[in-house]
């Protein structure tokens, strides 16, 4: 190609225009239409209509398939049909395959713009519209109408700019809005990264006129859309659950509540039952560590040993279940289902989100309080739209506060479009759906995410699910009216803010910083477009907000209704509608999905294994009858998160040992039929609380900003001391993505990407040379051991008793506390020949017990839980 | 599934790997005790796991990724444009205003400020400013039609490590230790060696395990004090007391396993102290340069403050080959390639810093017998643009190039690599690659494939999908450029 100046050199290099294209004469009649005849109408006809396919006309060929157009008239590179050929996906394995030069052939065709001699395609305004919206809208149209000029609808085009019409129908050379894209003056060049928008292609300047210049047509109406089948829907996970009778047999004093009546079923069948039930000093470690992420202080476990009263294991559990730090542990298993952050991500700078960690406390709150699970949903989705709180006659109360905080839900994910250059459409695209994947994997068990780009190949999640959703969502998350994560903040005005609010919030009040990250409806929704492939540049069809079609499969789905909110904006209600549906007490999922994975935080692994997919390639539930059981249990129970623990914890099955007996092993080698409880090792979070814990390091504090960290000049992350003294827990430590602490990190606390539904449970020499190196680590071990001595002056093995029992709960044999004393004594030689002489009894002792502290530190009883 | 008398290594290896799944209750520790894990009994908890085994002969055992953060300059180092010679000081902002990252600063077309000459048998071009490189130009095969979907570093670092533009999945070092392991027990199987001045744009992102098990992200081994994190003790204390408590600590755990029959991650677990301690020795000898001979050292540039830094790396990166390490891969300084400003200065220190290197672990590779089972291959995210981006105060001679996702080089050498070809053309003015174009997807592919695995094969399953580095693109491998 000769390279000359004043041509488009870009647009010709990449797609050779029309214009060009006009000498030489391919066309659909003259070769396309044999080979077509011949390689592809074979299951592309009009009646077997492959992916609602019919090759065999040109007509035909123009509409499409089920997702719409196959060749993409601006961008005949983007076309499906091309794409498909080059990648030879199409046609299939086992059909007649095209040559090199038949693929050759559709290229040249395609590329130089699919051209028919019987032209019978025609653009109307549902190919221009979404065209406006990609490339004018920005600053023509909700936000912005520069010159008087709003481009978000036909109707707004022909109303013109502050000057006048833009458009003279029937002439495109005449239209002002054609002539600005031509001379190159839209969009202003310079304007084109700051305001985050990419000029029009020719491809699409092309449709743009023809549009105009054939009298701009209307968009044709809704395509019929092939329904899902009753067959399809027909599956176990999309139907309501229901609570059949519980199942006879034996089992006698086994049975405590009806769980076990449905697991001994099962393990019966087998010729096995559960093992035999765990003494109180295993009970209490392993329910401490369940319901609190930490262990029983040694008073604690004495208490509850002594406790000879019939109901001593209940009242344990209640007051556990009461405890502040049963809040913080239940949070952290939801923050990492949502895919908590205190940072953007997705850009180097990984910038804070400085105000994110209201959410973390109202999840906090919400556990604590055991908020009914229905409730905390809807707060979450839809938490904006349940008050009129822009009303300014309105007070900002506690609820309406809790309710605004919780949208923080929906803004978790890595979010790069803070800079310009990445906060384009597309970008704006994967942010959200990456927010839809977490609603998907964390509340609904569904992967909706995969219908962004192509019908779901095993559920019956057609492409328009993903876009319909979408739309419920458009209100607040608008990919052509965007708000960057800056401009997410709620600043709430505080003349209108009540008394109850939480008191981290009136703290912030107080120091003039009361802000909240949260999510809004705006009241004016762009329309929606289905993509072909996921790809803004291919819009299909309009799509109207709904539920996916799997909602027809229970009674739930017939109850939706979109009502617009008559409030100080006027809302579209639709979020608030689709809440409604995923807590409908009907709704197949939402329960189940959030029952079985509280039964995996608690028995190692979910009734349904994979805890997020609840389709038909997810794995099929080990105990349906019990999963039924417990979901409509819970929804009677108000969605109690606590009632629902509760029985789960008083079952005879969670009251097991995890000890695998020979025939255990043998009958139910992997426990699928919970015949032990699983050893489990400490989560990340558990393993420095318990340290801290332990080594009296562990702060009080709570709630509030996250706490800092520092990074070491070798890469170390760690938390660093408070002001006050002491170390934070956890969960209130910064989560910022580019900097969790090493001590964390190496534990398998989990990178979100966007979120994380199961941890991992790697075992890595990393962890070793964490906990034996560290000078952080070892540091906490002399606080143990300075302690210590302070405790028992020389009373040694009272000394070891005691830091047995609080490290492993359990009491040590009077051979294991001889071992232990003798440890002490070979330290104390080591340490003797390597310091001097003059050093004193006491400091040789001090580091001896230091070095016990940090052996047990290390050691398995410590860091697995029974 | 019968783990008991394996027919054969491969079919060991398959139902070993199938059978550790990635369960709630399993361990993850396929490359470093793979030997030790196929003695357990029993199957793992969970599957979703389905690490492939080759299916055809590997050409690579290794490989060294040479990332060159930044966004090389394709027009700059190995693409000369005769036509940017003569359309120079020609505007052209207008035809590819989209693509640039800094309108306000955008000038006009600008030639490079270097000189090319063809090189070696091939007569491949290479600029005067990769002197060394130049002499080996006949080993590698050189891409000069790659490109990338974003422009910005972030999202096209993600998308050359990991396949897309954002975090969260696992980068290609981590898939390659999924799916192959290290051949040494005693280190790690994937290895960064980034530079002290600083951690590359994403910092740690860019060698991330993502949702796979977090033993499969890459350990970072610094070139000069503690190599790995925690590797040493932080605090004062006699190696004496340190044997013991080891000694002590092993007799504890051992006793708690005794008590716990038929739980494998307590031996595993047992095992990984004793790995840790074992690393301590191995990573420390890895590192100890000292061993190479003055030659060596010289040859690597180790005498000269400029190229130090980077040639220790390098040399660090051959003797973990040698001790079997799967995939190491060298960062460098911030984004050095990064040139927008005063591009014949920038430019030229960023290939000072690592031209002798570089050239040297090619030559190395070959004497030592290394060369037909290392795949070592060079690149940055982006190309830059032909035009030029202006200083603040509009100084030619100060100008630079902005980034480019239309068009950036690669070059491959080593293992089952063509020597002495140059693949692929972009337009005149190098903006755009336009004949035998290579995606990143075709890239890993590529790198894969010559680890003798196909893109396919290797997948993980996560919420319903199988995951795969290359997603759900079909890929070419660049057979082109393979022997």
């Known amino acids: ?866 | 599934m019968n783990l008991a008398e394996p027919n054969s290594e491969r079919q060991d290896r398959r139902s070993f790997l199938r059978s550790v799944g990635t369960g709630l209750q399993t361990t993850a520790l396929i490359h470093l005790f793979r030997n030790e894990l196929r003695a357990f009994e029993g199957k793992g908890v969970g599957s979703g796991f389905d690490a492939p085994i080759p299916d055809r002969p590997p050409r690579a055992r290794s490989v060294i990724h040479l990332f060159m953060n930044g966004g090389p300059s394709q027009m700059d180092l190995f693409d000369p444009k005769e036509a940017l010679n003569k359309h120079h000081g020609k505007e052209y902002f207008n035809q590819i205003a989209d693509e640039v990252e800094f309108p306000a600063a955008a000038g006009a077309l600008m030639k490079s400020p270097f000189r090319f000459q063809q090189h070696g048998e091939s007569g491949a071009w290479v600029s005067e400013v990769l002197p060394c490189f130049a002499g080996q130009v006949d080993q590698v095969a050189l891409i000069r039609s790659m490109y990338t979907s974003n422009l910005t570093h972030e999202p096209a670092i993600y998308k050359i490590h990991s396949g897309v533009e954002f975090e969260g999945k696992p980068t290609l070092g981590a898939w390659v230790s999924y799916g192959l392991g290290s051949e040494n027990e005693n280190l790690p199987a994937y290895v960064v060696l980034d530079d002290p001045k600083g951690l590359p744009v994403n910092g740690i992102d860019s060698w991330q395990a993502g949702f796979l098990p977090p033993s499969y992200q890459g350990v970072r081994f610094r070139g000069q004090g503690t190599p790995v994190v925690n590797l040493k003790k932080g605090f004062q204390e006699p190696d004496a007391v340190t044997e013991l408590e080891r000694a002590f600590l092993k007799k504890l755990d051992a006793s708690h396993a005794r008590q716990r029959p038929f739980q494998p991650q307590l031996a595993a677990r047992m095992k990984s102290y004793e790995l840790a301690a074992r690393m301590q020795v191995e990573a420390t000898d890895a590192l100890d340069l000292s061993r190479e001979t003055a030659a060596t050292q010289r040859m690597y540039g180790l005498d000269d403050p400029a190229t130090e830094s980077y040639g220790r790396r390098c040399l660090i990166a051959r003797r973990l080959i040698e001790r079997g390490v799967r995939f190491v891969q060298l960062f460098i300084e911030g984004q050095i390639w990064d040139n927008h400003a005063d591009i014949g200065k920038s430019l030229s220190y960023a290939c000072k810093k690592t031209d002798r290197p570089t050239a040297a672990l090619l030559a190395d590779l070959k004497q030592r017998g290394l060369w037909d089972e290392t795949l070592v291959v060079w690149g940055g995210e982006i190309g830059r643009l032909p035009i030029a981006q202006l200083s603040d105060d509009k100084n030619p001679a100060k100008s630079g190039r902005d980034h480019n996702k239309n068009a950036m080089v690669s070059w491959f050498a080593g293992a089952g690599i063509k020597p002495g070809i140059s693949l692929g053309q972009t337009d005149e003015l190098g903006f755009s690659a336009v004949e035998n174009r290579v995606s990143v997807e075709d890239w890993h592919a590529t790198i894969l494939h010559q680890l003798g695995i196909h893109y396919e094969d290797l997948f993980y399953e996560r919420n319903g999908l199988k995951e795969r580095l290359t997603g759900v693109t079909r890929p070419r491998v660049v057979a082109e450029i393979l022997s």
């Open chain 1, 1 to 866: 190609m000769r390279f000359s100046f004043g041509l488009p050199f870009l647009t010709l290099l990449l797609f050779v225009p029309l214009s060009a294209a006009r000498a030489d004469e391919l066309f659909y009649e003259s070769a396309v239409k044999t080979l077509l005849d011949q390689k592809c109408v074979g299951c592309h006809n009009r009646t077997d209509f492959e992916g609602g396919l019919d090759l065999s006309s040109p007509k035909a060929i123009q509409k499409g398939g089920e997702h719409g157009a196959i060749l993409d008239d601006a961008d005949p590179r983007e076309s499906v049909f091309l794409k498909q050929v080059l990648a030879r996906t199409m046609p299939p394995e086992d059909s007649e395959q095209l040559s090199d030069g038949e693929i050759r052939l559709l290229k040249d065709w395609v590329s130089k713009g699919a051209r028919f001699r019987e032209d019978a395609k025609i653009v109307t305004a549902e190919r221009i519209v979404p065209l406006l919206h990609l490339r004018c809208v920005r600053c023509h149209g909700a936000s912005e109408q520069e010159g008087g000029l709003d481009l978000r609808s036909v109707a707004s085009l022909l109303k013109g700019s502050r000057k006048g019409p833009v458009v003279v129908p029937g002439n495109s050379a005449k239209s002002l809005i054609v002539q600005k894209v031509l001379a190159e003056e839209m969009p202003p060049r310079k304007q084109i990264v700051p305001a985050s928008v990419k000029t029009m292609t020719q491809g699409e300047l092309r449709l743009l006129r023809e549009w105009i210049d054939t009298g701009m047509k209307p968009a044709p109406g809704r395509r019929p859309a092939r329904q899902t089948t009753a067959k399809e829907l027909d599956f176990w996970s999309f139907k309501t659950p229901r609570q059949s009778g519980l199942p006879g047999g034996g089992g006698g004093e086994a049975i405590y509540n009806p769980i076990d009546q449905f697991l001994l079923a099962r393990l019966g069948e087998r010729g096995l039952a559960f093992s035999p039930q765990a003494s109180r000093r295993t009970l209490i470690r392993r329910l401490s560590f369940d319901l609190t992420g930490l262990p029983p202080t040694v008073g604690e476990i004495r208490r509850f040993v002594e406790d000879t009263s019939p109901d001593a294991y209940e009242k344990l559990v209640d007051r556990l279940l009461l405890s502040p730090e049963f809040g913080e542990k239940w949070a952290a298993h939801w923050l990492d289902a949502v895919g908590y952050a205190d940072s953007e991500g997705g850009q180097n700078e990984d910038r804070v989100r400085a105000y994110m960690w209201h959410y973390r406390d109202y999840v906090v709150r919400s556990f604590s309080r055991d908020k009914p699970f229905r409730q905390f949903l809807t707060e979450q989705i839809a938490g904006d739209e349940l008050y009129d709180y822009e009303n300014p006659e309105m007070p900002i109360t506690e609820p309406i506060f809790e309710s605004l905080v919780a949208t923080g839900f929906l803004r978790t994910t890595p979010d790069r479009t803070f800079q310009n250059i990445t906060n384009f459409v597309p970008d704006r695209l994967d942010v959200i759906a990456d927010e839809l994947q977490v609603l998907g994997s964390a509340v609904l068990g569904m992967t909706f995410h995969c219908a962004r780009c192509h019908a779901h190949k095993f559920d019956p999640l057609p492409q328009q699910d993903f876009y319909r959703l979408s739309a419920l969502f458009k209100d607040a998350f608008d990919e052509h009216d965007w708000l960057k994560p800056e401009k997410r903040l709620l600043q709430l005005p505080e003349e209108r803010l009540a008394e109850d609010l939480p008191q981290s919030a009136r703290d912030a009040v107080r120091e003039k910083r009361l802000a909240i990250r949260a999510l809004w409806s705006r009241g004016r929704p762009s329309p929606t477009f289905l993509l072909l492939r996921g790809n803004p540049l291919t819009p299909g069809e309009e799509l109207q907000p709904g539920l996916p079609e799997l909602a027809r499969a229970s009674s739930a789905g017939q109850r939706f209704e979109i009502r617009a909110l008559d409030h100080q904006t006027r809302k579209t209600g639709r979020r608030l509608a689709f809440s409604r549906w995923v807590t409908d007490p009907q709704n197949p999922l939402t329960a189940r999905v959030y029952v079985n994975r509280v039964w995996q935080k608690l028995f190692g692994r979910g009734i349904v294994r994979t805890l997020d997919n609840f389709g038909k390639t997810g794995a099929p539930p080990t105990h349906p009858a019990l999963l039924d059981w417990l979901s409509v249990e819970f929804v009677k129970r108000d969605w109690s998160s606590k009632q629902l623990l509760r029985l789960m914890v008083t079952s005879r099955a969670y009251r097991q040992q995890s000890v695998v007996s020979a025939g255990a092993r043998k009958g139910d080698p992997e426990n699928l039929l919970v015949s032990r409880m699983p050893l489990k090792r400490l989560q990340a979070e558990s393993v420095r609380d318990f340290i801290l814990q332990l080594t009296l390091q562990l702060s009080s504090e709570k709630s509030g900003p996250p706490r800092p960290v520092k990074e070491m000049e070798n890469g170390l992350i760690l938390s660093s001391e408070l002001e006050r003294g002491g170390w934070a827990r956890s969960i209130y430590v910064i989560h910022r993505r580019s900097k969790i602490p090493t001590l964390m990190e190496t534990f398998d606390y989990p990178q979100m990407g966007p979120n994380c539904i199961a941890r991992k449970n790697s075992i890595v020499p990393q962890q070793a040379l964490h906990l034996t190196n560290n000078a952080q680590v070892r540091g906490w071990c002399d606080a143990l051991a300075r302690s210590l001595v302070l405790q028992f002056q020389a009373d040694r093995d009272a000394m070891i008793r005691h830091l047995w029992e609080s490290a492993y709960g359990t009491e040590p044999r009077s051979s294991e506390v001889a071992l232990w004393r003798e440890y002490l004594d070979r330290l104390k030689q080591k340490w003797q020949l390597e310091l001097k002489d003059g050093t004193s009894e006491q400091v040789l002792f001090e580091k001896s017990l230091a070095t016990l502290c940090h052996t047990v530190v290390n050691s398995a009883s410590f860091m697995y839980v029974d």
